[in-house]
Structure formats: C-alpha cells, structure tokens
Nanobody, 123 residues
C-alpha cells in the first residue's frame, strides 16, 4: 500500500507560481511512476504530468508544457509539481497518483491517489 498526501495549493494571481508536494507513506516510491492530474468543477479529471521511477523521463500535457515541471525524490518519498506562469484555466483540484505503468496519462492506470489540493488562479 502507498498513501499519498498533497500540499502546497492555494490562491495565486495569474502569472504567479506555486509548488505542489506529494508525500508518500508506506512502500518505497521508486517502483512507481508518479503523476499529477487535475479536475475542475464539472469537468473530467485530466492528466497534467508524469515522471518515471528514476526521475529522468517525464511527460506533460500540452496545456502545461513549458510552464510546469514535475520532479521527484525517492529518498524523500515525494513528488513535486512546480507551476509557473499560472493562468485562471489552471484552477482545479490537483491530485498526485502512483502507477506501475510506463509514463501513463490516463487515471485508469494509476493505483494510488491522494486526496487533492485546491489551486485557484485569479485573473
């Protein structure tokens, strides 16, 4: 079992930055690819970014490419999402998740999820 807990969300003005953290307890994180998803009210949960177990390979949604950076620390059992140049359309609840897949982009391929952290970007 892996338990995940996100933190770092909040209210920020457009153009600002936030850094989200995802801390894990339980098993080691290294076998898992770590992903970030987000869900806005009335919308489906959408892929944001994923990093492989070694922290070397990453994949991003087109909407965040160049603005967001995903990283991880297996020593700290954590994953991070650095978000810059935030836009109002980035407003959502952000979730981290763990998968035994290979850089998966769909929620179906993730086994463990955190409770989410709210990010609100004001215009």
């Amino acid at each position: 079992q892996v338990q995940l807990a996100e933190s770092g969300g909040g209210l920020v003005q457009a153009g600002g930055s936030l850094r989200l953290s995802c801390l894990a307890s339980g098993r080691t994180l290294s076998p898992y690819d770590m992903g970030w998803f987000r869900q806005a009210p009335g919308k489906e949960r959408e892929f944001v970014a994923v990093v492989d177990g070694s922290g070397v390979r990453t994949r991003y949604a087109d909407s965040v490419q160049g603005r967001f950076t995903i990283s991880r620390s297996n020593v700290e059992k954590a994953a991070y999402l650095q978000m810059t140049s935030l836009k109002p359309e980035d407003t959502a609840v952000y979730y981290c998740a763990a998968s035994r897949g290979v850089l998966p982009t769909t929620p179906l391929h993730y086994s463990y999820w955190g409770q989410g952290t709210q990010v609100t970007v004001s215009s």
